[in-house]
């Protein structure tokens, strides 16, 4: 059946998101088990007690919808980040969350601006809706190059949207930068700080990165963007949030499909704040203090780029990370691979998440094998 028929052409152009390869799969592949998986920057100590145990209680209630306006954890976010219920926002993971942003805020004609080396779901959630994606260069580190973002600012700039840190790089935007970038912002724009990691980069003092919730309060344009799928370790329930003036929680709520967040979600979710500073700060620091080593381990490999969040990016070189990346596989051990024989931004690159003591292990014997 010809696609020209019934898909307009922006999304007949779009790539398809290409997921890290499931455990299940490569176990299948191989007649293993016990494959790791250190591709998709989940938490590998998992949710909290508390929110794995909140999971059973819920399943009473899976013949009832589930609370479309998420009540009981829009309060536990205001009383854990300081803020009203009506600065929430709530979506299917932080992916969703984007969708939302852009299907509120932006008009036909409008752009959605980022750097080069963002990750790939600020791209597809401005084309899906039919508008224009501004990618401004980079630094030599790979990090958003400030004086670049800012020359790409245009009339029809409608969105930043700034991961801090940066998913695949790591990198960060210091606080002098986002005042910066916040100081050439248009009036009718918004600042968008995608805070998925920002545990792990809070968990070092030592490190300057932008925190957004501080800073919206000196501006009302600057949305905010968390997810559950870190941290809290709860990558298989999707939940993601924003804050945000009550006026863009306003239209966002305008254009959230109903029942976004199932029963299960929202139950683990609730929980899990209850043990924000016990769980998951606790493991934070920790993944730093693994992520240091990892990363000294990894560097006679190949460069190295410096990364405050549960991931390093390695660039072992055009074909050969390919080659590794077939390697680990084939030892059971799943990294994202983001080489390809056309090139593009990230050839020759491998990202690895900091996992556990025992798997980090597992991969540099694997590597040293393969070397």
Not at 27 to 38: D, F, P, Q, S, T
Not at 62 to 89: C, I, N
Not at 124 to 131: D, E, H, N
Request: charge should be negative.
């Amino acid at each position: 059946m010809d696609p020209t028929l019934f898909a307009p052409a922006h999304v007949r152009s779009l790539d398809v998101y290409q997921p890290g390869k499931p455990i299940e799969e490569l176990e299948r592949e191989l007649g293993i088990r016990g494959a790791i998986k250190v591709a998709s920057n989940e938490n590998p100590l998992g949710p909290s007690p508390k929110a794995l145990a909140a999971i059973p209680l819920a399943v009473n209630q899976l013949h009832l919808y589930p609370d479309a306006g998420g009540f009981a954890l829009r309060r536990a976010l205001s009383t854990k980040l300081g803020v009203t219920t009506d600065e929430l926002s709530l979506g299917n993971g932080s992916n969703d969350m984007l969708y939302q942003l852009v299907l509120a805020t932006c008009e036909l004609t409008d752009e959605v601006l980022s750097h080069k080396f963002a990750f790939l779901s600020y791209r597809l959630s401005a084309q899906v809706a039919g508008r224009t994606f501004v990618a401004a260069a980079v630094t030599p580190e790979l990090a958003c190059d400030v004086d670049a973002l800012i020359a790409a600012i245009t009339p029809r700039t409608k969105l930043i949207v700034l991961g801090s840190p940066n998913n695949p790089t790591g990198s960060v935007i210091t606080k002098a930068q986002a005042e910066r970038i916040l100081a050439a912002l248009p009036a009718r724009a918004l600042l968008v700080f995608d805070e998925a990691y920002a545990e792990y980069a809070a968990a070092w003092p030592e490190v300057d990165h932008v925190d957004g919730l501080a800073l919206r309060v000196k501006d009302p344009r600057i949305v905010v963007l968390r997810t559950f799928s870190k941290i809290y370790g709860l990558a298989g329930l999707r939940v993601g949030f924003t804050i945000s003036a009550p006026a863009i929680a306003d239209v966002l709520e305008k254009v959230r499909p109903p029942y976004n967040l199932s029963s299960l979600d929202q139950a683990a979710a609730v929980f899990a704040l209850r043990e924000a500073a016990t769980w998951c700060l606790a493991r934070a620091a920790d993944v730093v203090e693994e992520r240091a080593k990892l990363a000294a381990a990894l560097a006679p490999y190949g460069d190295v780029f410096e990364s405050e969040a549960n991931l390093i990016l390695v660039r072992f070189g055009a074909g050969r990370a390919s080659t590794l990346w077939q390697g680990l596989a084939d030892r059971g051990i799943v990294v994202r691979n983001f080489d390809s024989p056309a090139g593009g931004p990230l050839a020759g690159c491998l990202r690895i998440t900091v996992g556990t003591v025992e798997e980090n292990a597992l991969l540099l014997a694997a590597l040293a094998e393969l070397a």
